[in-house]
């Protein structure tokens, strides 16, 4: 079992950038499938990021791409969501999940089996 923390949000403002870090305790997290949601008040849980296993393909939700990149650091197991250019829609509470079984990134929150306790992030305009 993984346990999963994840830290770096805060406030920032519209334009600038944040980078969410995700770190494991307990397993490799290069041995899952790893996805990055948020939710926002009164909406669904959302998918904004995905990496296969050994961090190597990527995926994006159309809201985000071209603006956040994830990334897998072996050395100090995490997974890294940066976010550039942030928007006010972005303000969220935020997410890291581990899929175990899944093959690539799913974007639907039931696959994903492990998840942190979130991390707010809030963009300002």
């Known amino acids: 079992q993984v346990q999963l923390v994840e830290s770096g949000g805060g406030l920032v403002q519209a334009g600038d950038s944040l980078r969410l870090s995700c770190a494991a305790s307990?397993?490799?997290?290069?041995?899952?499938?790893m996805g990055w949601f948020r939710q926002a008040p009164g909406k669904e849980r959302e998918f904004v990021a995905g990496?296969?296993?050994?961090?190597?393909?990527?995926y994006y939700a159309d809201s985000v791409e071209g603006r956040f990149t994830i990334s897998g650091d072996n050395a100090k197991n995490t997974v890294n969501l940066q976010m550039n250019s942030p928007k006010p829609e972005d303000t969220a509470v935020y997410y890291c999940?581990?899929?175990?079984?899944?093959?690539?990134?799913?974007?639907?929150?039931?696959?994903?089996?492990?998840w942190g306790q979130g991390t707010q992030v809030t963009v300002s305009s």
């Open positions: 999940a581990a899929d175990e079984n899944g093959y690539t990134p799913s974007s639907d929150y039931v696959d994903y089996a492990y």
């Open positions: 307990g397993r490799t997290l290069s041995r899952y499938v």
């Open positions: 990496i296969k296993r050994i961090f190597s393909s990527t």
